[in-house]
């Protein structure tokens, strides 16, 4: 089993340029978490998402930030427009259904805006 | 969210046992007490889980009060390799699935 699959694992982008992240989540695992940590800083939840259906976004910035989780596919993060104060490690994880059990996290995309 | 107290920083020294402590007193019958660690450059790791009673795995042990209000994450022999931040959050069994991350401990080991 390969894990919590992100990538790419650096991204550099100039001001203004989209970013499109991609987590694929562990096999059999159906809901996705992506999280966002700023240097020197703690992991702030953005968004939490099923097969098709976002389920909990509150985390999310109003603008310029989105996210999917496509029937077929990986999850993907995309932040249009991008400024400097979005770069970031953005970590993706998953788990399987049921609350008994622990996220698996990936490595995470380190983003990074010139 | 219910929250979760961790002392900012530890220190303890290599091959020796290591007990992180952490207080919950607002917990709900639902929620269950993780920990996770955060190594550098590196993303968030599973420990362990628990909700009532005493929980072992590979990595740790979790100790879990009687009345759950506090429970403690044990190392039983620290290497370096285990100088991470630690988070003990709880998640809710009845409603929202999301974790919430709180500063955590971040403990350095001597050698």
């Known amino acids: 089993n390969a894990g919590v699959m992100q990538n790419p694992r650096h991204l550099v982008r100039r001001r203004g340029q989209e970013a499109r992240l991609r987590c694929s989540p562990m096999?059999?695992?159906?809901?996705v978490y992506w999280y966002r940590q700023l240097p020197e800083e703690g992991l702030k939840f953005m968004v939490y998402?099923?097969?098709?259906?976002?389920?909990?976004e509150s985390g999310m910035p109003k603008e310029r930030f989105s996210a999917e989780f496509p029937k077929e596919g990986p999850s993907i993060l995309r932040i249009q427009q991008v400024v400097r104060g979005d770069s970031a490690a953005y970590f993706c994880?998953?788990?399987?259904?049921?609350?008994?059990?622990?996220?698996?996290f990936g490595s995470g995309t380190r983003l990074t805006v010139v | 969210d219910a929250k979760t107290t961790q002392p900012n920083s530890m220190e303890s020294n290599e091959e020796e046992p290591v007990h992180l402590p952490c207080n919950h007193s607002?917990?709900?019958?639902?929620?269950?007490i993780h920990w996770y660690r955060q190594l550098p450059s590196q993303g968030p790791e599973y420990v362990i889980h628990?909700?009532?009673s005493n929980v072992n795995n590979r990595m740790a042990s979790l100790a879990i009060a009687e009345d759950r209000k506090s429970s403690t994450l044990i190392l039983h022999r620290a290497t370096l390799r285990d100088a991470a931040v630690y988070y003990c959050?709880?998640?809710?069994?009845?409603?929202?699935?999301?974790?919430?991350f709180g500063q955590g401990t971040r403990l350095t080991i001597n050698p």
């Open positions: 994880a998953s788990s399987p259904s049921g609350r008994n059990y622990g996220y698996t």
């Open positions: 096999k059999g695992h159906s809901h």
């Open positions: 998402l099923q097969k098709e259906n976002i389920i909990d």
């Open positions: 607002t917990i709900s019958g639902t929620d269950y």
């Open positions: 628990g909700l009532t």
């Open positions: 959050i709880l998640r809710d069994g009845g409603g929202a699935q999301k974790l919430v």
